[in-house]
């Protein structure tokens, strides 16, 4: 693995932050662009139906990053040789957790989106708003807070 990450580091590298920005920039966009600007739609089955259909694509591209983040920070975890160097082995650990907490939230995020879409698909516009209010409130910024040190963490291993 060694080798094959010292060939290609640079694009693994690339690929890495790339889909990391996606993940987290597409919660930030969504969190303080997109869901403050829902208030100018007065009609709550219009608002909600805009919802599902920008957390659909997200999730579509989301989970893809996730994928890609995953097998990238695999790939150097295991090019880098990290367990060699005390501290570097301390902060990929750290940022690994960071990670897997992340994809968690993720999932709770998506469990309570395919609620909320399969109870608007039903007419329960009521239920489906509140399967979707602690997304916004809680779930998202969580993982943009996490998202963030995680990638000051890759800044600081890229000081080693």
Same mark, same amino acid.
């Given at each position: 693995?060694?080798?094959?990450?010292?060939?290609?580091?640079? &694009?693994? #590298?690339?690929?890495?932050? %790339?889909?990391?920005?996606?993940? /987290?920039?597409?919660? *930030?966009?969504?969190?303080? =662009? #997109?869901?403050?600007?829902?208030?100018? /739609?007065?009609?709550?089955?219009?608002?909600?139906? #805009?919802?599902?259909?920008? +957390?659909?694509?997200?999730? %579509?591209?989301?989970?893809?990053?996730?994928? !890609?983040?995953?097998?990238?920070? /695999?790939?150097?975890? +295991?090019?880098?040789?990290?367990?060699?160097?005390?501290? %570097? $082995?301390?902060?990929?650990? *750290?940022?690994?957790? /960071?990670?897997?907490?992340?994809? &968690?939230?993720?999932?709770?995020?998506? $469990?309570? !989106?395919?609620?909320?879409?399969?109870? !608007?698909?039903?007419?329960?516009?009521?239920? =489906?708003?509140?399967? #979707?209010?602690?997304? =916004?409130?809680?779930?998202?910024? *969580?993982?943009?807070? %996490?998202? +963030?040190?995680?990638?000051? +963490?890759?800044?600081?291993?890229?000081?080693?």
């Amino acid at each position: 693995m060694s080798a094959f990450f010292a060939e290609y580091a640079r &694009i693994i #590298l690339f690929v890495h932050v %790339l889909f990391a920005v996606v993940w /987290i920039g597409g919660m *930030i966009a969504i969190r303080f =662009a #997109l869901h403050p600007s829902l208030g100018v /739609i007065d009609e709550s089955s219009k608002r909600l139906e #805009l919802v599902i259909a920008v +957390l659909n694509r997200f999730f %579509l591209m989301v989970s893809t990053a996730i994928v !890609f983040v995953g097998i990238t920070g /695999i790939i150097m975890m +295991l090019g880098i040789g990290f367990k060699s160097v005390p501290n %570097l $082995y301390v902060v990929v650990h *750290i940022k690994t957790q /960071i990670w897997m907490v992340m994809a &968690i939230v993720y999932g709770v995020i998506y $469990y309570r !989106f395919t609620k909320a879409k399969s109870c !608007f698909m039903q007419g329960d516009n009521e239920n =489906a708003a509140k399967y #979707l209010a602690p997304l =916004a409130k809680f779930l998202i910024p *969580i993982n943009i807070f %996490l998202g +963030l040190v995680a990638i000051m +963490l890759g800044v600081v291993l890229r000081g080693y």
